[in-house]
């Protein structure tokens, strides 16, 4: 009997390692310049930002408008609003550190506050004075901060299923609590893990077309990028935008997807109730749409920031 229990252990322990071979290997890091080759596009340029790397690309001409993606995904999140967009405006993108073609932070540093010192050196060496902000989610939040600490540079805020405020049912402290194993995680996730978080992230999954995915994926892959977000994801501070947002002044644009699994559209009511000072508020509710806007409902949403900004002068 003990031989045939020892026999069945030993099977599954080798099934395992075998899957965990095949993940490693099937799904091993991209170098960081194979990524560049395969993602570069013509407008892709490099900025040495307080010995940071970032990747951004800059089009268009007027008045410049800077879109900061979700946590997770890459600054590709807007290709279909950046070509319109660049008809009447200059379009600013890049990816944060942990993301995309950028990837980890050379000092480690993940913070909101690091957040927005980059983007604040990005906008100095573009000679950029004044800007739209576009955040959504995590770029909601280094929006709000940025546009609290330096209100003289923001003109209109635009807030995409921004965070700032934890859900009903948040416990908080998740990220801080992860143990060193959990590190491992990312790589051990077999890339229908990651299609899967994709597809729990919209309402509507026929929208998410294999390039997508497959986007989505390799972004994650690029050398040193799964390790770096495990970092992000334990330095990042959920919720505490209340106090930040009485400050700001610029009108402000709120986008919401009213079929949102990961920030409820409720969390609109906290943005409005704190946002006191800003000379308009103005809500826009996205029926059968999750949480990426500019995946899911790019045209209308892309309209409606159109309109906000020709109806509404902007903060000087």
């Known amino acids: ?18 899957y965990v071979g095949y993940v490693l290997l099937r799904y091993t890091d991209i170098p960081a310049e ?15 930002v307080d010995g940071q790397p ?35 405006f200059r379009v600013i993108r890049y990816d944060l550190t942990s993301h995309g073609l950028t990837g ?22 573009l000679n950029i004075d004044k800007a739209v902000l576009v955040g959504s989610s995590l770029g909601g939040n280094i929006a709000i901060a940025f546009t609290a600490l330096y209100p003289e540079k923001v003109t209109s805020l635009v807030l995409q299923n921004s965070g700032g ?6 416990r908080g402290g998740r990220g801080q609590d992860l143990p060193g194993w ?33 986007d989505f994926h390799n972004a994650f892959r690029r050398s040193g990028n799964r390790a770096a977000e495990m970092q992000r994801i334990r330095q990042f501070q959920e ?10 002044t610029a009108p402000v644009l709120i986008q919401w997807g009213e079929n949102n699994p990961q920030l409820p559209v409720a ?16 809500t826009r509710i996205y029926p059968k749409t999750g949480h990426v806007l500019a995946l899911e409902q790019p045209a209308q949403s892309l309209q409606d920031l159109l309109n906000f900004l020709q109806q509404e002068p902007r903060s000087e």
């Open 1 to 18: 009997m003990w031989r045939w229990i020892l026999g069945f252990f030993a099977a599954i322990l080798l099934l395992v390692a075998a």
């Open 34 to 48: 194979t990524m560049l080759e395969k993602y570069q596009a013509g407008q892709m340029q490099l900025a040495m």
């Open 54 to 88: 970032l990747y951004y690309q800059d089009q268009g001409q007027g008045q410049p408008i800077v879109l900061l993606h979700s946590h997770f995904f890459t600054q590709n999140m807007w290709d279909a609003w950046a070509q319109p967009l660049s008809q009447h």
């Open 104 to 125: 980890p932070a050379l000092d480690n540093d993940y913070s909101t506050a690091r957040d927005v010192a980059l983007l604040h050196g990005l906008l100095q060496q």
């Open 165 to 170: 405020f934890r859900k009903a049912d948040s």
């Open 182 to 214: 959990a590190d491992y995680l990312l790589y051990l996730l077999p890339k229908m893990g990651f299609d899967a978080f994709l597809e729990w992230m919209v309402y509507d999954k026929h929208q998410l077309t294999a390039q997508i995915k497959d």
């Open 239 to 248: 919720g505490g935008a209340a106090p930040q947002l009485e400050q700001i």
């Open 267 to 282: 969390l609109t009511a906290s943005f409005e109730q704190h946002l006191t000072k800003s000379v308009r508020v103005e």
